[in-house]
């Protein structure tokens, strides 16, 4: 009888499968809850924690005093003060560099919305008041530990999704970052495929170092950028485990392709062992779909994709719900 019962349940979970099409697919809270509060704040990271995601992403930049920093780019004025505190700081080309900065200059700064440079205003209007920000930057062990702090206070086991900027750009200044963060990551408990952590690159020749020279054992996601297509996904297959395309490589991928054809990149993918994780879903920035929905259809139901870094993890969990 007991047999019955469990063949029963077992059946009945098989047919329950289709229903639970998103149970596999991951969110990734891209720069944190970034729809929320400015991007890549400790706050940020609180809220998208809240939020349950599967992981938090991290960008990487060095400091002078080579310290991994958390921020979106080598630059600094798109989202802190740094012309107000640090005015005669910036290169012959008028921009302020992270690498130009100790830890602890870095951390007199304040952190808001992003702008865009040539009006000062904020890139996306509806989000968090571009005035009266008191955020401040911090580093990657700091939200390391936060995360790890979080997960113990709440039994979750939410992961990190950290991103190695501009390698080519750290060599020119004499750093090697990759070989940084690994040491941070591998001291923080990140070391092996099976263990909480993706690392992130679009430089696939460093991500390759990463993988063969470097010897790390992580997972590791290839990102990628238009105008390539899908053309080298045998090569990145032989080192990485996923890979991170644009929304808009993708709908260049769909275009013209009916429902089946849409689903052999999916295929392909998953023959070459390579998840597909994509960047970005915004729910205030869907230029090519009508509604967020209708881009979050295109994207995990028809092109059944893996994952996707979004600046509304709860948007996209109750999507996924
Ligand atoms: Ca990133």
Known sequence: MKFILILALLLFSNCAMPEDQFAEKIVIAHRGASGYLPEHTMESKAMAFAMGPDYIEQDIVLSKDDVPIVIHDIFLEEVTNVKTIFPERNRSDGRYYVIDFTLAELKSLTVHERIHLGTGKTVFPNRYPLEDSHFRLHTLSEEISMIQGLN???GKNIGIYPEIKNPGFHKENGKDISSIVLKVLDSTGYSKKTDPCILQCFDAIELRRIREELDSDLFLTQLMELPEGFENLETYSSYADAIGPS???LILYAHGKSDAEK???IQRSRDLNLKIHAYTFRKDEHPNFETFEKLLDFSFRELDIDG?????PDA??????
């Open 152 to 154: 113990k206070s709440t």
């Open 247 to 249: 929304i808009e490589q």
């Open 263 to 265: 689903k052999s990149l």
């Open 308 to 312: 996707g870094f979004t600046d509304f």
């Open 316 to 321: 996209v969990k109750e999507y996924f719900k």
